[in-house]
């Protein structure tokens, strides 16, 4: 069975500073994991997925993401944040036979000025 | 801008109504996704289809009826909701179900307050 955990419903962070969003994964097989934003009043947009490849992924808006298998992690992470990062962010695990998509819970990440 | 659009974003109805929210995908995909998105609760996946053929149905209440007439356009039809029924409805797509990898892109979701 998949499952996904994300460790913190709320982040606030200071702009330009760094930002790190913690998501654990529970999978059975070698996992899909996806990072997606949501902006308010807006649908969700992919930032960036990982499917096997190299464990470091670059996103858009400078975000990246780390597969760590034996921490069973996908922590999100961008090295400075921007006003316009604020948003809820949600992580994404799918099941190996790529037709069920198991979000996390959300966190809402705020930026102060 | 998304390759999926969805319409209206934005509807009120009362508990007797009859309405229709659209989705259409211009990204060439197969499969397409229903998913309710209420305050303070995850994200709920409503209705899957593939090709046109639904492949899931979680438990939805009649109320909600899809319809997927082609794979590039999918409609949820409304009929005597529940002021609990108040929502964000997202619809997505995804290349096909069944493939390693499958990414799902979704719409901008359309706002439905019942009253």
Redesign the interface.
């Known amino acids: 069975a998949q499952s996904v955990t994300q460790l913190d419903s709320h982040v606030s962070v200071s702009e330009g500073t760094p930002v790190l969003l913690r998501c654990n994964y529970s999978s059975s097989y070698s996992p ?1 994991l ?1 990072w ?1 934003v949501q902006h308010p ?6 930032l960036l ?1 990982y ?2 490849a190299a464990t470091l992924v670059k996103g858009i808006n400078g975000f990246e993401a780390e597969f760590k298998k034996s921490e069973t992690s996908f922590h999100l992470t961008k090295p400075s944040a921007h006003m316009s990062d604020a948003a809820e962010y ?1 992580c994404v695990v ?1 099941g ?4 069920q ?1 198991y ?4 966190t809402s990440l705020t930026v102060i000025p | 801008e ?1 390759g ?1 659009t ?1 319409t209206p974003r934005h509807l009120v109805m009362g508990m007797t109504n009859k309405k229709s929210l659209k989705c259409e995908q211009h990204l060439g995909h197969n ?1 397409m996704y229903w998913y309710k998105q209420s305050a303070k609760k ?2 709920e ?1 409503m209705f ?1 289809y593939s090709l046109e053929e639904r ?1 899931e149905n979680n438990s939805v209440p009649s109320r909600f009826s899809p319809e997927c007439p082609n794979s590039s356009h999918l409609f949820l039809h409304l009929h005597t909701l529940q002021p609990e029924d108040s929502a964000l409805y ?1 619809c ?1 797509s995804s290349q ?14 359309s ?1 439905l307050t019942v009253v």
């Open positions: 899909s996806f997606y009043n807006k649908g969700l947009q992919l997925k499917t096997s949600f799918s190996n036979t790529g037709n998509f979000f996390g819970t959300g | 998304t999926v969805q499969a995850p994200l996946l899957v492949v997202l997505a096909a179900l069944f493939l390693t990898g499958n990414t799902i892109y979704f719409g901008e979701g706002w």
